[in-house]
Nanobody
């Protein structure tokens, strides 16, 4: 049974930084890419960032490019999302996800999901 558990979300002021973590337990056969998505109240879940198995390639939504950084430590089965210069519009529940194969920006391509961690940015 594969489980993803996110942590690190909290209430912060605009301009602050946060680092989210996602630990993967269980066994995913083969190489797998990781992604971060977020969902604000009343909105659909949207892509934030994704990273390949090797960590050599990363992709970001335009809204977070230059502010957020995705990384991973395969020895620890953990993926991170470093979020800098946070804005009130970044307020959402942040989900990590895993999929076998290459990185993807499409949520339908992901096989496994965490329960999410709340990030709230006050103005």
């Amino acid at each position: 049974q594969v489980q993803l558990v996110e942590s690190g979300g909290e209430l912060v002021q605009a301009g602050a930084s946060l680092r989210l973590s996602c630990v993967v337990s269980g066994r995913i056969f083969g190489n797998y890419a990781m992604g971060w998505f977020r969902q604000a109240p009343g909105k659909e879940r949207e892509f934030v960032a994704t990273i390949t198995w090797s960590g050599g390639n990363t992709f970001y939504a335009d809204s977070v490019k230059g502010r957020f950084t995705i990384s991973r430590d395969n020895a620890k089965n953990t993926v991170y999302l470093q979020m800098n210069s946070l804005k009130p519009e970044d307020t959402a529940v942040y989900y990590c996800a895993a999929r076998r194969g290459s990185a993807s920006m499409a949520r339908v391509n992901y096989d496994y999901w965490g329960q999410g961690t709340q990030v709230t940015v006050s103005s």
